[in-house]
């Protein structure tokens, strides 16, 4: 079986091999490796093949990690549902947040985010798969929570993150982050300055990147199985 480094390196290829079919540069697509339910000595073997972008879903595996790899300089992205007695530790304890999907959630984070911080970089989870998932804004309301979010001084509006309906065919998966990029691209005209489309994981990722995705965030592909599927 190949080792956590080499299955690393095998998506990096991929992710370049996406991006270069779709006319994109390599440089322009990020890789958050999705470490939940995998332990701090896994990360730190992926943070020995070079990558510095890790994703977690939940607040204290995350903060239990931490603890433990603190001396590495990792940039530590927060992806799971919030609650909303969570917000304080995961506006102190991260740099990132892709979860954003109501105004409650984003009005904690801002109010708990330390001066001492730079400001907390969000996207807001949009739900393009009402019936499969229940976390996540509709796409009518990604507008009005974007105009709430940019008036937040300690959050910073990246852009939009994504989770599809679990699907194997390539074209459902493209249709799905296609309506999303839409979106984005409406906020863009409307001058909001993104530049984050989060979407596309291990199943799906080079659909995703053919969509503009700029960060996609792989799990399994790279630290193999988890026990229990944990995708929300
Ligand atoms: C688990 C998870 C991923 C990674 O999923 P894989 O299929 O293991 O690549 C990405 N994003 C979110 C929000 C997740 O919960």
Redesign the pocket.
């Known amino acids: 079986m190949d080792t956590i480094g080499e299955r690393w390196q095998a998506v990096r290829s991929r992710i370049e091999t996406a991006a270069l079919a779709a006319g994109r540069t390599p440089g322009s697509v990020h890789l ?1 490796a ?1 470490s ?1 339910a995998h332990t701090a000595s896994e990360l730190r073997k992926v943070y020995a093949a070079g990558q510095r972008k890790f ?1 977690e ?1 939940y607040l204290q595996e995350a903060l239990d990690k931490q603890q433990e790899l603190q001396e590495l300089d990792i940039e530590w992205h927060f ?2 549902p919030i609650q909303s007695n969570k917000t304080q530790p995961i506006a102190r304890h991260f740099d990132w947040v ?2 954003v999907d109501r105004s409650k959630i984003a009005d904690r984070l801002n109010a708990a985010r330390s001066m001492e911080l730079p400001r907390l970089q969000v996207c807001i989870q949009v739900n393009i798969s009402e019936e499969t998932s229940k976390s996540g804004i509709a796409i009518q309301d990604v507008m009005a929570l974007a105009a709430y979010i940019q008036q937040l001084p300690r959050l910073q509006l990246r852009g939009l ?1 994504t ?1 599809p309906a679990p699907t194997t065919d390539p074209m459902q998966q493209q249709a799905q982050f296609h309506a999303v990029r839409q979106i984005y691209n409406q906020l863009l005209a409307q001058g909001y300055a993104l530049d984050t489309l989060s979407m596309g ?3 799906d ?1 080079p659909a995703a990147i053919l969509e503009g995705a700029t960060i996609v ?7 193999g199985p ?1 026990i229990k599927s ?3």
Not at 217 to 223: C, D, P, T
């Open positions: 958050l999705v939940k994703g879903n992806i799971g892709h979860s993150m989770i994981m291990s199943e990722f965030r792989v799990g399994s592909a790279i630290f988890r944990t995708v929300e």
